[in-house]
């Protein structure tokens, strides 16, 4: 079958340090990979995508690489900010166009 | 991209009511969806609205429990029959745009609180 499994969350930082939230999957085929975030009170807004392995999405500083031999699309980023606080949710699109999320991780960054 | 809106933002219902949510999109779409987002949970697609025809649901979810309309190729409304607590969730309307990779697009939501 195919699911998404992403760490656990809450995650909280200090501005300026290092972010890392895995995400790992289960598929048949060859999926597409997403990262979606959620600021507060707002829609998910697509923040990443690679739909290949080896292929790495970026954008605003954060960077996901696609790992086959993983099954892994952790998502980093190397000096996170306090208006990155959000919940950030990691998904797949499977060859039949379906998307599976996973549960999401809140992430607070303190001044 | 595609700039979608949801009407109500949110509500608080009765138990044993029935609430009616609305979908606008800025552009014609093929694809629209409705997904739940339970408390401290993923989301779960509930239906895929069909223009034209009845929508297609996933498993665990019922016509006569989540009635789906898609009169036009823009437009697509979701009700919340019977209402019970457990419905309390936030409802979010989705597109799929055609982009190389097909991305999904998402409306703010509706926060449903059911007393």
């Known amino acids: 079958g195919n699911s998404v499994t992403q760490m656990e969350g809450p995650v909280t930082l200090s501005e300026e340090a290092f972010l890392t939230i895995n995400c790992t999957y289960t598929?048949?085929?060859?999926?597409?990979l997403f990262w979606y975030v959620q600021y507060p009170g707002e829609g998910l807004q697509l923040l990443l995508k690679a739909t290949k392995a080896d292929d790495k999405g970026s954008n605003k500083g954060f960077e996901a690489t696609y790992r086959k031999e993983t099954t892994s699309f952790h998502l980093e980023k190397g000096s996170v900010q306090v208006s990155d606080s959000a919940v950030y949710f990691c998904a797949l699109r499977n060859t039949g166009n379906q998307f599976y999320f996973g549960t999401g991780t809140s992430l607070t960054v303190i001044p | 991209s595609a700039v979608i809106s949801q009407k109500p933002s949110r509500d608080i219902c009765q138990r044993g009511t029935s609430l009616t949510i609305q979908c606008q999109v800025d552009?014609?779409?093929?694809?629209m969806f409705w997904y739940r987002q339970q408390p401290g949970q993923s989301l779960t697609l509930i239906a895929t609205a069909n223009q034209g025809s009845e929508a297609t649901y996933e498993s665990g979810f019922v016509i006569d429990k989540f009635p789906i309309s898609r009169p036009n190729l823009t437009f697509s409304t979701l009700t919340v029959s019977n209402m019970s607590p457990e419905d309390s969730s936030i409802y979010l309307c989705?597109?799929?745009?055609?982009?190389?990779?097909?991305?999904?697009?998402f409306g703010p939501g509706t926060r449903l609180t059911v007393l």
């Open positions: 598929a048949t085929g060859y999926p597409s």
């Open positions: 989705s597109v799929e745009v055609l982009t190389g990779v097909n991305e999904q697009f």
């Open positions: 552009s014609q779409v093929t694809m």
